[in-house]
C-alpha cells in the first residue's frame, strides 16, 4: 500500500472522535463497512464469492478445486478479471475469496472451495493470480480462512493443535506469498481456534506473524459472527468485525476505552487500517470499467474454458475416449447427474442465469443423428427438491400455490400482518423480514393449502433452514423440528425429514409452520416433497442396465447431487450416496463401452475401477460444465486437467484419518505429511496420485537442466524440452518436485516446487523453464525460528504426476538458513 495512502489516512484519523473511529471497526449491515461521508469516503459493500457473486445472478464459474485442476495461473487470473467486472455491476466493492485453505482430509465439506488442493505451492501460485486479477479491476478480494480452517465439523469453536513447523512449512506459506506479492485488501481469519486461542483474536497469527514478519498493511476482518471478544481481538490484530451492525465492538468498544480496559491506540491502529481501506476503495474507482456487465456470451465463453481445462481423464484403457459420434448411432445416457450441475453448497453457492447440463449438451451436439435412451438409475440426493407449485393449490382449491401468512411475532397470535398466496414453501431474508410490516428479528409464517403428488409411492418430506419448522399432512404431525432434529448435516442450522405413503390422484390437507427468534442471525426456510431415494431402487437400476446393451456406448453420470459438499456440514461417509456403485457395476457389466463422469468436488473411493476402462473427472465445473464434460467426451477438447489432490483408495489411507473431525480439539498429528506427501512416505498406493491426468495425445520429456543459483541454496531454475508425440494438440503441465537424496524420515520423499503448462500441437516441443525460489530446498526450523536448508544433494525431478517421475537432475546445494524477517509493526 502506498506511503501517500498511509499519510492521508494518518491525517484523516487525527481529525476522528473515538466514536467515529470505534464506528468504523464494525459492518454497517450484514455486507457493507461503515463509511465517513464527511471525508467523502463510502462504504465498502462486499458479496460472497469465491467462483462467483452470489448476491445475484451471475457467471457461475468453476469451484476452487476445479480451478486449481487446471494448473492454469492465466485462465484463474482471467475468471478472477470477470468476477470482479461482475461484482461491479452488482454494486459490490469486495469478493470474499479466494479460500486457500488446504484439504487436509477427504470428507472435509469446504474441500471444493479450496483453489489449490492439498499443496501450498500450487495454492499460492494460483492464489496470486487470483487476487492480481480481482485488483485488475478494481475489486478488493478477501483471503481466506487465516488459519487452519481444514474441516466444517465444529468449526465455530474447535481447536486446531499444529505445531510450529507444520503451520510455517504447510498451512501458512500460500497465506504468506499471496500476501507478500499481491496486498489483498483483506485477510479474512477463520472461525476456529488455533493453539487455543480464536483465529480472531490470536495474536501470534494477526499481529506477529501477517502484519509484523508479512508486513501486512491490509485489514484483518473476521469471517461473519466469529469475532467473540470486545477487547482481546482488538488487541490481537482484529480490525473489523462483521456482519453489522456492531455486536461485541460499537458502545462496548467505547467504553472499553474509557475505563482504560484498552488503550486508544489500539482502536487508532485498527481504526487507520480501515480508513486506508475506504481511501483504496476510492482510489479503485478510477480503474474501474465504465460499464461492467453481468453474464455476457463473454463471460460464458471463460466459464466453459476454464470448465474444459478443469476436466481431468483419470482413465483411458484402449482408447475408448474420445467418442467417434461418426460411428456411434445409439447412446445409453444413464446416471442422476446426467441432468444436473453440481456447485457445492453454503455461502459459495452461486445462481447463473442458465446451467447447462451434460444432456443439454449432448442433445445438441448429436440432434437428431445418435439416439439417446436417457435412465437415471437411481437418485444420489442429500435432500429432495424443493416442492414445485404444480404441487399445491390454496385451501379452496381455486389456485395454484399456498395461502400463506405472516405473523409479527414467533407464536403465530392475532390477525397476520400479511396474508396472501405464494408458489410454495421458501423463505429466505437476512436485513430485511420476509415481507413488509414484519420484523427480522422475530416472526412465524403460516403456510396452508392443498397437496397433490403426480405418482403413487414413498415420499420424503424434508424441511430445513434456520429456526423451527412443523409439516402436518392431513393431520399427522410428519414432520416437527422440535422433536426430530438433525443437525451439523447441511450449511443451515437443521433439518428435518420423514418419508410416507403418498397416493395419487388425492389431495391432502397440509400445513406447514416456520418460526424464527431473535437468536438466529438470518431467516431461511425451504420445504422439499419428491419420491424418497429407496423408492423402486432395483427397477431403475434394471431399466439402465437394459438401455446400457442396447447401446453403442453407455455414459453413465455419476457423482454427487447439491448439498453433500457444503459450508458447514463435512461429508458423513467416503463413498458415492445412494446405490450409483452397484449402478456403476451393473451398466459396466451390460457394456464393457461404458464410460464413467463423475461430478464430485472432492475424492471418492472407486471399487470398481478395475472393470472400467474410462473414466472423466469433473470437478464441480459451473454454469457450462456440461458443455465442457461433453467437449472432452467427444474430442472437441483434448483434457488437460491434473488432479490437485490425492484420491486414496479407502478412507484408512487419508494421512488425516485418525485425527478427523476430533472433538473440541484437532489435533494434526500427521504434521507436514499431508496429500501426496504421507502417502509416499508411508509407500501407500493411492487410487490416483496428485497431480495425475491423462489427455488423448502423448508427452515425451527430455534433456532435463538445472541452473546452480548464485546463493547455493536452491537451483533458480528449471528447464526441459517437452514434446507432443501424439496425433493431435493438446496441453501437459510439468511438474518439478524436489528432494534431498539422503532425507530423514522427518521430511517429506519430495515437494513441489515449480510447475509450468504448455500447449503444442502433434510433433511440436518446447523448451520450457520453472523458476524457483530460495526456499525450495528448505524447511522451517522451529528450534532456530529460521527456514533451513541442510547441504548435500538434492535431486529435482520433473514429472507428470506426483507419482509419474520421468526425469531427475543432481544438485548441490550449500547448507544455510534463511531467517523470518520482522517486516511490519
Not at 476436466?311 to 442422476?336: E, F, Y
Not at 489432490?645 to 485425527?659: G, H
Amino acid at each position: 500500500m502506498s506511503a501517500s495512502l498511509t499519510r492521508q489516512a494518518r491525517e484523516i484519523l487525527k481529525q476522528l472522535t473515538l466514536a467515529e473511529k470505534v464506528l468504523l471497526l464494525s459492518g454497517s449491515t450484514t455486507m457493507a463497512t461503515a463509511g465517513l461521508p464527511r471525508f467523502g469516503l463510502k462504504p465498502l459493500v462486499m458479496t460472497d464469492g469465491p467462483h462467483g457473486v452470489t448476491s445475484a445472478p451471475s457467471t457461475c464459474f468453476p469451484s476452487g478445486v476445479a480451478l486449481a485442476a487446471s494448473w492454469d495461473p492465466a485462465l484463474v487470473h482471467d475468471v478472477a478479471e470477470v468476477m470482479a467486472e461482475e461484482a461491479l455491476a452488482l454494486g459490490k466493492d469486495i469478493l470474499l475469496g479466494p479460500c486457500v485453505n488446504m484439504v487436509r482430509h477427504p470428507l472435509a465439506g469446504r474441500n471444493f472451495e479450496s483453489i489449490g488442493g492439498e499443496d501450498p505451492h500450487l495454492s499460492g501460485t494460483l492464489g496470486v493470480a487470483y487476487v492480481q486479477g480481482m485488483h485488475s479491476k478494481g475489486v478488493g478480494a478477501s483471503l481466506k480462512h487465516f488459519a487452519c480452517n481444514n474441516q466444517e465439523t465444529e468449526r465455530l469453536r474447535g481447536d486446531s493443535v499444529v505445531d510450529e513447523r507444520t503451520l510455517r512449512d504447510f498451512y501458512l506459506p500460500h497465506f504468506e506469498r499471496i500476501v507478500k506479492e499481491t496486498d489483498p485488501w483483506t485477510v479474512m481469519c477463520a472461525y476456529n481456534r488455533l493453539n487455543g486461542a480464536y483465529a480472531s483474536q490470536n495474536r501470534a497469527l494477526l499481529t506477529d506473524v501477517l502484519k509484523c514478519e508479512w508486513g501486512y498493511t491490509g485489514v484483518v476482518v473476521s469471517d461473519w459472527g466469529a469475532n467473540h471478544t470486545i477487547v482481546d481481538s482488538v488487541k490481537a490484530g482484529l480490525d473489523l468485525e462483521m456482519p453489522g451492525p456492531a455486536r461485541y465492538y460499537g458502545k462496548n468498544l467505547i467504553d472499553a476505552v474509557i475505563s482504560w480496559e484498552i488503550d486508544e491506540a489500539a482502536v487508532d491502529a485498527a481504526a487507520l487500517r480501515m480508513v486506508r481501506l475506504l481511501l483504496r476503495g476510492m482510489d479503485a474507482r478510477s480503474m474501474r470499467p465504465r460499464h461492467p456487465r453481468v453474464n455476457t456470451p463473454a463471460h460464458q465463453a471463460l466459464a466453459r474454458r476454464a470448465a474444459a481445462e478443469s476436466v481431468v481423464l483419470l482413465k483411458n484403457t484402449g482408447s475408448l475416449l474420445p467418442v467417434d459420434l461418426r460411428t456411434v448411432r445409439r447412446l445409453a445416457v444413464v446416471g442422476p447427474n446426467a441432468s444436473v450441475i453440481v456447485r457445492g453448497g453454503g455461502s459459495s453457492n452461486c445462481t447463473p442465469p442458465r446451467m447447462v447440463t451434460p444432456l443439454e449438451a449432448l442433445r445438441k451436439v448429436v440432434g437428431s443423428r445418435v439416439k439417446l435412451d436417457v435412465v437415471a438409475g437411481c437418485e444420489n440426493r442429500m435432500y429432495p427438491v424443493i416442492a414445485a407449485p404444480s404441487l399445491f393449490r390454496t385451501p379452496d382449491g381455486k389456485h395454484r400455490g399456498l395461502r400463506a401468512s405472516y405473523f409479527d411475532n414467533s407464536a403465530y397470535s392475532g390477525a397476520p400482518v400479511v396474508a396472501k398466496t405464494t408458489p410454495n414453501c421458501q423463505l429466505r431474508c437476512s436485513d430485511t423480514g420476509p415481507v413488509e410490516g414484519v420484523a427480522k428479528e422475530n416472526f412465524s409464517v403460516r403456510w396452508e393449502g392443498r397437496l397433490r403428488v403426480p405418482a403413487s409411492g414413498l415420499y420424503r418430506v424434508h424441511g430445513a433452514g434456520f429456526g423451527d419448522c412443523r409439516v402436518v399432512i392431513d393431520g399427522r404431525d410428519v414432520v416437527n423440528s422440535r422433536t426430530r432434529r438433525i443437525p451439523g448435516r447441511a450449511w443451515f442450522d437443521a433439518q428435518w425429514y420423514e418419508d410416507i405413503e403418498l397416493s395419487a390422484g388425492r389431495d391432502y390437507r397440509i400445513l406447514v409452520e416456520y418460526d424464527k427468534t431473535r437468536k438466529e442471525e438470518s431467516a431461511f426456510m425451504h420445504l422439499a416433497i419428491a419420491l424418497s431415494p429407496e423408492h423402486q431402487w432395483q427397477q431403475r437400476i434394471d431399466e439402465a442396465v437394459a438401455a446400457a446393451r442396447k447401446a453403442d456406448t453407455a455414459l453413465l453420470f455419476v457423482g454427487y447431487a447439491d448439498g453433500w459438499e457444503a459450508e458447514a456440514c463435512d461429508r458423513p461417509f467416503f463413498k458415492l450416496p445412494g446405490r450409483q456403485d452397484e449402478l456403476i457395476r451393473a451398466v459396466a457389466r451390460a457394456n464393457p463401452r461404458t464410460v464413467v463422469v463423475l461430478q464430485v468436488g472432492s475424492p471418492v473411493p472407486m471399487p470398481w475401477i478395475d472393470d472400467m476402462r474410462a473414466v472423466l473427472l469433473a470437478l464441480n465445473p459451473g454454469m457450462e460444465g456440461g458443455t465442457a464434460i461433453v467437449d472432452a467426451l467427444t474430442g472437441r477438447v483434448n483434457p488437460c486437467g491434473k488432479l490437485p489432490v490425492t484420491f486414496p483408495k479407502r478412507i484408512e489411507d487419508a494421512p488425516a484419518f485418525r485425527n478427523f473431525p476430533g472433538d473440541k480439539t484437532v489435533r494434526y498429528a500427521e504434521g507436514v505429511f499431508v496429500g501426496y506427501r504421507w502417502y509416499d512416505a508411508r509407500r501407500i498406493a493411492p487410487l490416483f496420485s496428485f497431480g495425475h491426468g491423462l489427455s488423448y495425445t502423448t508427452w515425451e520429456y527430455s534433456d532435463l537442466r538445472a541452473a546452480a543459483s548464485k546463493g547455493g541454496r536452491a537451483p533458480d531454475s528449471v528447464s526441459l524440452l517437452v514434446r507432443n508425440t501424439g496425433t493431435c494438440a493438446g496441453a501437459e503441465t510439468v511438474q518439478v518436485y524436489a528432494r534431498r537424496e539422503r532425507s530423514s524420515s522427518h521430511h517429506p520423499v519430495h515437494t513441489l516446487v515449480g510447475f509450468a503448462k504448455v500447449a503444442l500441437k502433434p510433433g511440436a516441443s518446447r523448451r520450457v523453464t520453472v523458476a524457483l525460489d530460495e526456499r525450495s530446498c528448505a524447511y522451517f526450523d522451529a528450534k532456530r525460528g529460521a527456514w533451513t536448508v541442510d547441504g548435500g544433494v538434492y535431486v529435482i525431478e520433473a514429472a507428470a504426476s506426483s507419482r509419474d517421475i520421468r526425469l531427475s537432475a543432481r544438485v548441490c546445494v550449500r547448507a544455510g538458513s534463511i531467517p523470518v524477517a520482522r517486516v511490519g509493526g
